[in-house]
T-cell receptor
Framework: GENVEQHPSTLSVQEGDSAVIKCTYS??????FPWYKQELGKGPQLIID?????GEKKDQRIAVTLNKTAKHFSLHITETQPEDSAVYFC?????????FGTGTRLQVFP | DTAVSQTPKYLVTQMGNDKSIKCEQN?????MYWYKQDSKKFLKIMFS???????INETVPNRFSPKSPDKAHLNLHINSLELGDSAVYFC???????????FGQGTRLTVV
């Protein structure tokens, strides 16, 4: 079955800096890769996703890249703000089932 | 106007008790899920229902019994609760063929 690894587990950055979170997956059949943001006491919220027929996708300060050959995908957050502080999860799916990475706790210091 | 709503938000109960968590979505989705998030924040799928039919059961103990009375509702009943069942349980929903899943706010279950 699918296995998703996520790094780093914690990430601290200064406000205004960029943050990068990386994931790898094992199942070459996976074709959908979402990223979720989970704030304290809340459910995961979908922030951006990418499908396997696309190499990069951008939405304002957030971008995701996908390397199908290497089975890597990454989340890039530019100009980080304190409200970006949360736990971020990557996931991979080849069907309706999402397999999540282990999460990255991002702290943005003012 | 909550999209995926779960009740209760918090649940504290003693070992051995039976409890239920309810989930409802008003997004018009036909697929619903239960995920478990443990103390290390690891999110793992437990069950998936499509149009009221069970399609995924990730080797969850049979003390856990999901029930879907209609495609907008998916409830989770847990028998003989154990300390290890303490976790946050998330309900989610999506539309068949469109993998974006939307999550509820979670139910924090504490077994004492």
């Amino acid at each position: 079955g699918e296995n998703v690894e996520q790094h780093p587990s914690t990430l601290s950055v200064q406000e205004g800096d960029s943050a990068v979170i990386k994931c790898t997956y094992s199942d070459s059949a996976s074709n959908y890769f979402p990223w979720y943001k989970q704030e304290l006491g809340k459910g995961p919220q979908l922030i951006i996703d990418i499908r396997s027929n696309v190499g990069e996708k951008k939405d304002q300060r957030i971008a995701v890249t996908l390397n199908k050959t290497a089975k890597h995908f990454s989340l890039h957050i530019t100009e980080t703000q304190p409200e970006d502080s949360a736990v971020y999860f990557c996931a991979a799916s080849s069907s309706d089932k999402l397999i999540f990475g282990t999460g990255t706790r991002l702290q943005v210091f003012p | 106007d909550t999209a995926v709503s779960q009740t209760p938000k918090y649940l504290v109960t003693q070992m051995g008790n039976d409890k239920s968590i309810k989930c409802e979505q008003n997004l018009g989705h036909d697929t619903m899920y239960w995920y478990k998030q443990d103390s290390k924040k690891f999110l793992k799928i437990m069950f998936s229902y499509n149009n009221k039919e069970l399609i995924i059961n990730e080797t969850v103990p049979n003390r856990f019994s999901p029930k879907s009375p209609d495609k907008a509702h998916l409830n989770l009943h847990i028998n003989s609760l154990e300390l290890g069942d303490s976790a946050v349980y998330f309900c989610a929903s999506s539309l068949s063929g469109i993998p974006e899943a939307f999550f509820g706010q979670g139910t924090r279950l504490t077994v004492v």
